[in-house]
């Protein structure tokens, strides 16, 4: 999607290792959110920031960890990834004024092994 | 959380309108209700929003009941592009919201 990408697309890593997703935006959105989806589970919460180093926590944030040192980038940590944690990521931004809707990134497909 | 609720799959023939209900009943008084769409594994895509009255845009029309308990997506002249799940969801509008998705309805557009 225009003005938003996520690195890297695709991500096999092994069980126990730690692992960085990235959000990159241009659109100097204030709000930036990591979700995962699951089959069965839609999308789902992780974290969410709304300014720089200003973060908190979604409804699965177990074993997540985030950081947004610029405006821009928003990385979404595994401090260990699990099995349980293969999925699809997707980051999603938003201005924060007045009524709009979200953008959504084309997603980070990560397996856990 | 915000609720919804919606059928979890329809059809609909190629070039018909395609109608998509959902039922928000909790939805409060500055709450918009928002539609968006997921082609394959694509992020969602956003395809219109509403407050109280009835909108349009080049995607879509969305109708919003008086007591806004429910709303209708439609889709006016389905292709078989628009084959995907499409998520109601309410929110206040401000960007700051957890936003909720459901499980959504998968349309599938039939040729």
């Known amino acids: 999607d225009a003005g938003i990408t996520q690195s890297p697309r695709h991500k096999v890593t092994e069980t126990g290792t730690p692992v960085t997703l990235r959000c990159h935006q241009t659109e100097n959105h204030r709000y930036m959110y990591w979700y995962r989806q699951d089959p069965g589970h839609g999308l789902r919460l992780i974290h969410y920031s709304y300014g720089v180093k200003d973060t908190d926590k979604g409804e699965v944030s177990d074993g997540y960890s985030v950081s947004r040192s610029k405006t821009e980038d928003f990385l979404l940590t595994l401090e260990s990834a699990t099995s349980s944690q293969t999925s699809v990521y997707f980051c999603a931004i938003s201005p924060g004024q007045g009524d709009y809707g979200y953008t959504f990134g084309s997603g980070t497909r990560l397996t856990v092994v | 959380d915000a609720k919804t609720t919606q059928p979890t799959s329809m059809d609909c023939a190629e070039g018909r309108a395609a109608n998509l209900p959902c039922n928000h009943s909790?939805?409060?008084?500055?709450?918009?209700v928002y539609w968006y769409r997921q082609i394959h594994s694509q992020g969602p895509q956003y395809i219109i929003h509403g407050l109280k009255n009835n909108e349009t845009n080049e995607m879509a029309s969305l109708i919003i009941t008086e007591d806004r308990k429910s709303s209708t997506l439609i889709l006016p002249h389905a292709t078989l592009r628009d084959t995907a799940v499409y998520y109601c969801i309410f929110a206040q509008g401000r960007g700051n919201e957890k936003l909720t998705f459901g499980t959504g309805t998968r349309l599938t557009i039939i040729p």
């Open positions: 909790t939805i409060s008084g500055n709450e918009y």
